[in-house]
């Protein structure tokens, strides 16, 4: 009897929960959509007159009223919001495929980037990966699209490769791998060896495995395969759920150098042959340097062996600059990619 009650309030608190689960996304999609003709609705209205002074006195006049008769949630700040909210989703289409995945609070965080392309990165990836607003934050800030393979490549690119991942689920790897990575959570002391590097790793191990994105699974550390009776040491070895390949990585201390590749192929090649299973794709392989020779790195043609190198920075530069690296490195592979 006892059991049996037991399990009568287990279902009805799942049935409770559930049905608030889908009340809240009922109210949110509710809210996103209210918010949108609003602000799309004094869009029109303050835009059909030219008058700045017009329009400034409307919003602030609207707000009152909405406040006086609603609350505080239709303040002349939160009517602003929705004016930009219409202005730059000025597409329902893409708000109504979105406002079941993303709330207003996400939208918000949205609203002020102002590249196009970057927005939608963004609002793609939360939908597909159903990130938090905390996470969506921390990604942004992170600078998640500028360190992403795949914003090195033309606008037009960018956006088939999401609506492929999207509606598809055909996911490019250049949207899983990075280049800057930032493992400033190590700690590391100003000198450290390849095997230091490679135990902090495995010491925060969840840490890392956050910045290299969701999805890999940790499989082994210093991995042993046999050559011709010789022996062989992969640094990390991970999985990819979503890509369905085995990625190795290593980790080198100096800049990127030309014998990285053969090491790297070796392994890969390796793993294509014993280690693979039915139904994955080739191996990919990641080589993290403190530093990069982009010249090597564009002549050697690593991308066609699936081989991807990348910087890792221990001690991150300010904002600023780091931010400015990363936009000079996408203009110079855009401009590459245009002129090939």
């Given at each position: 009897?006892?059991?049996?009650?037991?399990?009568?309030?287990?279902?009805?608190?799942?049935?409770?929960?559930?049905?608030?689960?889908?009340?809240?996304?009922?109210?949110?999609?509710?809210?996103?959509?209210?918010?949108?003709?609003?602000?799309?609705?004094?869009?029109?209205?303050?835009?059909?007159?030219?008058?700045a002074e017009y329009g400034k006195d409307v919003i602030l006049h609207i707000s009152r009223y909405l406040t006086v008769e609603f609350g505080s949630s239709f303040s002349e700040k939160n009517i602003r919001k929705m004016m930009q909210f219409a202005s730059v989703f000025d597409n329902f289409e893409i708000v109504a495929s979105a406002m079941r995945q993303l709330s207003w609070t996400h939208f918000l965080l949205l609203i002020p980037i102002s590249q196009e392309t970057k927005r939608n990165?963004?609002?793609?990836?939360?939908?597909?990966?159903?990130?938090?607003?905390r996470t969506l934050r921390e990604k942004i800030n992170s600078m998640?699209?500028?360190?992403?393979?795949?914003?090195?490549?033309?606008?037009?690119?960018?956006?088939?490769?999401?609506?492929?991942?999207?509606?598809?689920?055909?996911?490019?790897?250049d949207l899983v791998f990075k280049d800057p990575y930032f493992l400033d959570f190590l700690e590391l002391k100003d000198t450290f060896s390849e095997k230091d590097l490679e135990e902090s790793i495995i010491v925060e191990l969840q840490k890392f495995i956050s910045e290299l994105g969701s999805d890999f699974a940790f499989l082994s550390r210093q991995k042993r395969i046999t050559i011709d009776n010789r022996d062989y040491y992969m640094d990390l070895l991970f999985y990819h759920r979503k890509l369905k390949s085995l990625v190795v990585i290593e980790l080198k201390l100096g800049e990127f150098e030309a014998s990285h590749k053969g090491q790297m192929e070796l392994y890969l090649s390796y793993l294509n042959k014993y280690e693979k299973i039915e139904g994955e794709n080739p191996p990919i392989g990641l080589i993290l340097c403190s530093g990069k020779n982009s010249e090597h790195i564009e002549l050697m043609n690593l991308e066609a062996d699936h081989i991807k190198v990348a910087e890792y920075f221990i001690v991150l530069p300010p904002k600023k600059?780091?931010?400015?690296?990363?936009?000079?490195?996408i203009e110079i592979a855009k401009n590459k990619f245009e002129n090939k």
């Open positions: 009897m006892l059991q049996n009650h037991q399990q009568l309030l287990t279902d009805l608190k799942k049935l409770v929960d559930m049905t608030r689960g889908q009340v809240a996304v009922k109210v949110n999609t509710a809210m996103v959509v209210l918010y949108w003709k609003i602000g799309q609705r004094i869009n029109e209205d303050v835009l059909g007159n030219k008058r990165f963004y609002l793609e990836i939360c939908k597909i990966e159903n990130w938090s607003v998640l699209f500028e360190r992403t393979a795949i914003s090195k490549k033309p606008e037009q690119i960018i956006g088939k490769e999401l609506k492929n991942w999207s509606e598809n689920n055909i996911l490019n790897p600059v780091l931010l400015e690296k990363l936009h000079r490195s």
